[in-house]
């Protein structure tokens, strides 16, 4: 289930058509709620102060709820009681700095439905136990983000 605040009828559709595709890419069940925040620079400025300690804007930022390591499937009963709702299970949050999405759409020479679904699959992997901390992580979770995005026609 996502949860959706401040988007366009176009962004929801983007950002649920994303989360279904990185969902069945590893073969995942949706047994999760995800939070969807889009935002203006100034909130997620603030955002990444209070949260990072980073007083810049950015273009997403990731809260996850769980600590997943990347392994799928995961099953809802990996997960307490006290951590569901109607039988799902708190991802995180992402939050998207439209503005953001906006410039990058420019400067990169692709569609802002591109970038928003590229922002919305690279903050999802994030949720799901990814990073791109160590090169090499870094080369699985941009593969991983260049096959979903393609799979999804972006």
Not at 8 to 20: F, G, H, P, Q, W
Not at 123 to 150: A, P, W, Y
């Amino acid at each position: 289930m996502i949860r959706i605040y401040k988007a366009t009828s176009e962004e929801k559709k983007i950002i649920r058509n994303v989360a279904s595709f990185t969902f069945h890419h590893f073969g995942q069940r949706d047994i999760f709620i995800t939070e969807v925040n889009i935002v203006t620079p100034k909130e997620i400025k603030e955002i990444n102060k209070t949260e990072r300690g980073v007083d810049s804007i950015t273009d997403v930022l990731s809260f996850p709820a769980q600590n997943l390591k990347g392994e799928f499937p995961i099953k809802s009963s990996s997960f307490d009681i006290g951590e569901k709702e109607n039988g799902k299970v708190l991802l995180g949050t992402i939050c998207i700095c439209r503005k953001k999405a906006e410039e990058q759409a420019l400067e990169y020479g692709h569609s802002l439905e591109r970038e928003i679904g590229f922002l919305m699959v690279h903050g999802l992997l994030h949720l799901l136990g990814f990073d791109h901390i160590e090169s090499s992580d870094e080369k699985i979770m941009r593969e991983h983000q260049t096959q979903i995005l393609k799979d999804a026609n972006l």
